[in-house]
């Protein structure tokens, strides 16, 4: 199956046509698609089949801040592709048009649209989504261009970008340097400083058992990379996993590194060769280089073992919950754990050399700052947050040992905030404590009833015998019944009361859950071409862990 669009449409909030793009076919007219659409019921799926119109069309739709975009294909094409395209042409429009997107920008840039649409997708098939290469040939003709091509000066030339120059228009053009043709990377690049900065970003994902056994521990990373460097440079970026050696260093990469996806830039034969090498030729700027997933469960959870003390899972921040506290079961307790002993700390923070240089990673540190010397890790932004049930009236007699913590009643959500001024010594435990009030009519009334109930049946039975010592009897017996009765219905509406899970977020600067490091990056000068003799480019690392409410913990 090939990627085959025969129309593009675009919709404001209120459905109605912005743009409509023919590319081949007879597609349908953008008042009977939309009709057609919204007669769907809601939530609609990304893919619909409108087999009320003729011809029978198949709908692709993605929704971008208040704009709809929707393409048709009348034939069996790869759905997942034409999404994509849909999102990518959403994010070209940006870099031409300015972040937001919106529906007078593209109706007073319409033939900056138009060239786009063309470019990007020839007679339906998509061809070119890259934007360097988009603007090589998409010319971009400004208010001051049209004013000196009236007075007969050229005034129309191709992008340069959102720091673009009028007046080169008046300047003669220079032609491109002879070479291969790199369409994610611009011709004739120029920067005053090389620099070259890297950052990992992990998301973590946990999920405990009420065991305390995890169940599921994933972390998804991303590779971003900025490339501020004159010409056409040729990188090599090394990466390096915990418990690799020389000879097993492969297979460590192979399964810390799963699923990963690349930058079209990556030379995948150097991957697979050499798992870990990321050769490549970078665009312009800041991009993705590559995306990853990491399994950080220590062991199967089909096996009774427990893992070894190398396997356990380290996490800088574990949260518990004890529900149903106290004579009524109305209180609960929360703790968290903090600990800052990151694991692979020791290689970390003891490295002080430069952050300059084109040798060995081993120059490369984490931080931003200007002394080149590389930090410890750092836990911020520690959150723990319970959610409650509905039911929940208020909590009330929040104690927390460290920070504070709010109740809000609209989410039914209490978030304790832990600050973390120092982040090497942070480690210990804190705990919140607080009280649940559920409605105002409450298990107390449904109490009272039976209670009284039950009394008026005492009464009955004592006036009928007509015995004292029977009806003092009876009396106590029914008030047993009726206490443990009513305690037992007590602690029943207080237990559907309590939260049923607990979860943290924070972040970790200068630390990867996956343990993944950069080992190298390494320009080379014989490949790369424009890049001039003896520059050594600045280069800088970082890492960061980000977890959005990702360690959780179930209770019940």
Same mark, same amino acid.
């Given at each position: ?77 790869? #759905? ?48 070119? &989504? ?79 058992? %009420? ?86 469960? %220590? ?26 506290? =106290?004579?009524? =079961? ?22 002080? +050399? ?30 723990? !947050? ?13 104690? %927390? ?29 804190? !705990?919140? &404590?607080? +009280? ?83 080992? =190298? ?15 050594? %480019? ?17 209770? #019940?």
């Amino acid at each position: 199956m090939s990627v085959a669009v025969d129309a593009l449409y675009i919709f404001d909030d209120h459905h109605n046509c912005v743009l409509e793009h023919v590319y081949n076919g007879r597609p349908p007219s953008a008042q009977t698609l939309i009709s057609s659409f919204t007669s769907r019921p809601l939530p609609r799926p990304s893919i619909l089949q409108l087999s009320d119109l003729a011809p029978p069309v198949t709908a692709y739709s993605i929704s971008h801040a208040a704009l709809l975009l929707v393409a048709t294909s009348s034939k069996d094409a790869q #759905s997942l592709a034409i999404l994509d395209f849909l999102y990518r042409l959403v994010d070209v429009f940006e870099d031409f048009l300015g972040c937001p997107l919106l529906a007078n920008k593209i109706e007073d840039n319409y033939e900056i649209v138009a060239q786009l649409l063309v470019e990007m997708c020839d007679g339906g098939t998509v061809c070119n &989504t890259e934007p360097n290469a988009l603007r090589e040939s998409v010319e971009v003709s400004s208010v001051l261009g049209k004013l000196f091509t009236q007075v007969g000066l050229p005034g129309s030339s191709p992008a340069l970008g959102p720091a673009h120059n009028f007046s080169s228009t008046l300047r003669p053009t220079v032609t491109p340097t002879t070479g291969p043709a790199i369409p994610w990377r611009k011709s004739n690049v120029r920067h005053t400083s090389n620099e070259l900065y890297v950052d990992i970003v992990e998301s973590l994902a946990v999920v405990f058992a %009420p065991s305390g056994r995890p169940l599921s521990a994933r972390s998804h990373g991303s590779i971003a990379f900025t490339a501020k460097i004159s010409g056409v440079p040729d990188l090599l970026l090394t990466l390096a996993a915990p418990g690799g050696t020389n000879s097993d260093k492969n297979s460590e990469i192979l399964r810390t590194v799963q699923l990963p996806v690349f930058h079209p830039c990556v030379r995948l034969a150097r991957w697979k060769d050499s798992p870990g090498e990321l050769s490549f030729v970078p665009p312009d700027g800041r991009f993705m280089l590559a995306g990853y997933e990491t399994d950080l469960m %220590p062991s199967s959870l089909n096996t009774d073992q427990p893992p070894s003390k190398s396997d356990k899972l380290f996490l800088p921040a574990t949260v518990d919950l004890r529900p149903g506290l =106290g004579a009524s =079961g109305t209180e609960f307790e929360a703790r968290l754990t903090l600990n800052t002993n990151f694991p692979g700390v020791s290689s970390m923070g003891k490295s002080s +050399t430069s952050r300059s240089g084109s040798g060995p990673i081993s120059s490369l540190s984490f931080g931003g700052g200007s002394s080149g010397h590389s930090h410890a890790p750092s836990l911020e932004a520690i959150m723990v !947050t319970i959610p409650f049930p509905g039911d929940v009236r208020s909590v009330t007699e929040l104690k %927390p040992s460290r920070g504070e913590a709010n109740f809000n009643t609209f989410d039914k959500v209490i978030e304790w905030k832990v600050p973390t001024k120092d982040g090497a010594s942070i480690n210990g435990v804190a !705990t919140l &404590t607080g +009280t649940v009030a559920g409605p105002l009519a409450s298990a107390d009334a449904e109490d009272d009833q039976f209670e009284a109930a039950e009394v008026g049946k005492s009464n009955t039975m004592a006036g009928y015998y007509e015995d004292d010592t029977v009806a003092n009897r009876s009396e106590k017996q029914q008030t047993t019944v009726n206490g443990n009765n009513g305690a037992t219905k007590k602690a029943h509406a207080n237990r559907a009361l309590m939260p049923r899970s607990i979860a943290v977020s924070f972040n970790v600067k200068g630390w990867l859950a996956s343990g993944i490091k950069v080992d =190298g990056l390494v320009v080379d000068v014989k490949k790369s071409k424009g890049l001039g003799d003896g520059v050594r %480019p600045y280069k800088g690392v970082k890492y960061l862990t980000v977890s959005r409410q990702g360690v959780e913990r179930r209770v #019940s």
